[in-house]
């Protein structure tokens, strides 16, 4: 608890309430909803107005990776500020930094992916890699290469694109999609694998629906295959073990190109700056990142293309020929400024021997949660996980939306300390990557008296 907040929660509720239309706010019921205003934050706590302090159990938005309140990353963003706050990455222009970083990030990258585009944010990169897909068959005299395949309960962003190739069934109320391009497969989740069926068995399932999709489209019309290396926002699914290998094998079997989207499981959250090929042992044609790329202090987004790809469009036979597609804020050197003093902090701190030290502690701490009679599952990887509560732990029947079981895990959790991603009848945590053993302990106890108390609301009010 701080003391000294002078913040008036009750001036910025109302205010709130008046003239902000939140992302993915529900618009049923904003009044009953008070937001939560966070006003301070440090290290892996975070402040709300009152002072009252939470650890912050899902890093922001799956992005502050190194933790808040790093004076060294305030400097960097000063400094920049002071000597160049803006400047474009279009046409010929650049800056020290965003060549500084985008020289740095491609010593990371698998294979030849060494051609970086900037963007804003991973919707906005999402949509680029897409873009960019298209830009590269037209180029080259294969304009029927047209398709998109994405899978259900992929989470991509919320441009028109970007989101049309997302599949979370909750965020398609009342909006419209590209719908002729886009193919979604069925989510590759072992959790619901038909009954009797091998892990292995079902990862060949899975494997093969994306072949027939392909081969039903025709693979002559098939641009692209996008797919997060878990499917974050749709639920921390981890697909069966050799799946993205195989998917990224039947892609170059049919010259459809593999976009991996990192946004989430990039910079550190699975023990790696890109997790496509130490951790899942696939070279993606494109790579997209955003989030953990400036651990959040400042907006940024990337796309990493393969110099393959580059080479095909680009050069004498291209001249002329731009690739029309970019942002004001493509490359802003104040980000960029940012994105290389996090990468100097991962690297200096060791943050990702300490994500690989400690991943398998935090999903085998979370896993005894599993012992709650409406735990269905938790499952994740590292530092990302996913508490499942289900009705029925045998026919694995979700938790009906209207008890609100998530909210109230969240409620009872951040009354306790702890904030958590509430999602239906998920919770998600991805903690900053700094969190510590004993920290991650505090986690799980909390949770474990937040569900406990959620539960016991469902009983009182005769529902469970
Ligand atoms: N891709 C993935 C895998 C994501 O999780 C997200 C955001 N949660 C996005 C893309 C979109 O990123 P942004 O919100 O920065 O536009």
Known sequence: ????FAYDTDRLVQEDQTHILHPWGDLGE?????PMIIAEAE??????????????????????????GREEMVQAIADQVRKLPYCSNFGITATPKSIEFGTRLAGYTPGDLKRVLFTTGGSTAVDSALRFVQFYFNSTGRPNKKHIITRNYAYHGSTYLSASVSGKPGDRGNLDFVTDT???????????????????????????????????????????????PLLASGGVIVPPAGYQKRTRDVCSKYHVLYISDEVVTGFGRLGEIFASEPVFEIVPDIITSAKGLTSGYIPLGAVFISERLYGEVSGEAARGKQFANGFTYSGHPVACAAGLKNLDIIESENILGHVRDLGNYFIESLSKLEELPIVGIVRGSHLVACVECVADKKTKEPVPASFDIGNRIGVHARARGLMVRPMGHLAVLSPPLIVTREQIDTIVEIMEQAINAAVDDLVREGLW
């Open 43 to 68: 290290g892996v706590y975070v402040y709300n107005s009152d002072g009252h302090r939470m650890l912050d159990g899902i890093g922001g938005l799956w992005c502050v990776n190194i933790g808040y």
């Open 1 to 4: 608890m701080r003391s000294n």
């Open 182 to 228: 886009v193919h979604h497969l069925p989510v590759p989740d072992p959790y619901r694998r038909p009954e009797g069926m091998t892990e292995e068995e079902f990862c060949d399932l899975k494997v093969a629906d994306l072949e027939n999709k392909i081969l039903e489209l025709g693979p002559e019309n098939v641009g692209c295959f996008i797919a997060e």
């Open 30 to 34: 904003p009044a009953s909803r008070n």
